[in-house]
T-cell receptor, first 116, second 112 residues
């Protein structure tokens, strides 16, 4: 069975601080996909990134960066120089590979509050 | 570009009443479609998914049902709502060639 753990329930930082959101996953699949989503107060989930299990290259997009390490089954998300607009709940998710149901298994989310 | 719609945005229903939530996708064909529920302050739970018209798979036993009468339409229904059905319902779609899912704006359901 697949499982995603986000141990940090809530994080509070002051604007311009760097913050890392942790994600640890469990799966028996050899091919799988990892995701991060952002859920602002409006409620809609916004897709941020997808990472394939066979591609461990880290990725940077502006102030966002992601560190994927298969050896520790982790897919951590770092926001550099945080801003108030980054305040949201962030979800890490996992899906199986192949042509099956491809449903997402979500972690419980980390609520990030960025104080001005 | 693709767009996903959900309605209504909010709904307050009495216990025992029926439910119908609708989701439609524009700008793509033959998508995979999903219904998730998010209880207050918690993560998302997959309820149903569909890989084609009339093809519905249920993930958890409950008093909800889903239907896909058209390629880009996904409906979530109940004959009699329970208090425990309250939550935030999200519809999502994905293409056959990619794994990321894109979510609609959601429906906030309160059962009283």
């Amino acid at each position: 069975a697949q499982k995603v753990t986000q141990a940090q329930t809530e994080i509070s930082v002051v604007e311009k601080e760097d913050v890392t959101l942790d994600c640890v996953y469990e799966t028996r699949d050899t091919t799988y996909y990892l995701f991060w989503y952002k859920q602002p107060p409006s409620g809609e989930l916004v897709f941020l990134i997808r990472r394939n299990s066979f591609d461990e290259q880290n990725e940077i997009s502006g102030r966002y960066s992601w560190n994927f390490q298969k050896s520790t089954s982790s897919f951590n998300f770092t926001i550099t120089a945080s801003q108030v607009v980054d305040s949201a709940v962030y979800f890490c998710a996992l899906s199986e590979g192949g042509t099956g149901r491809r449903a997402l298994t979500f972690g419980s989310g980390t609520r990030l509050q960025v104080q001005p | 570009s693709q767009t996903i719609h959900q309605w209504p945005a909010t709904l307050v229903q009495p216990v025992g009443s029926p439910l119908s939530l609708e989701c439609t996708v524009e700008g793509t064909s033959n998508p995979n479609l999903y219904w998730y529920r998010q209880a207050a302050g918690r993560g998302l739970q997959l309820l149903f998914y569909s890989v084609g018209i009339g093809q519905i798979s249920s993930e958890v036993p409950q008093n909800l049902s889903a239907s896909r009468p058209q390629d880009r339409q996904f409906i979530l229904s109940s004959k009699k709502l329970l208090l425990s059905d309250s939550g935030f319902y999200l519809c999502a779609w994905s293409s056959r060639s990619h794994h990321e899912q894109f979510f609609g704006p959601g429906t906030r359901l309160t059962v009283l």
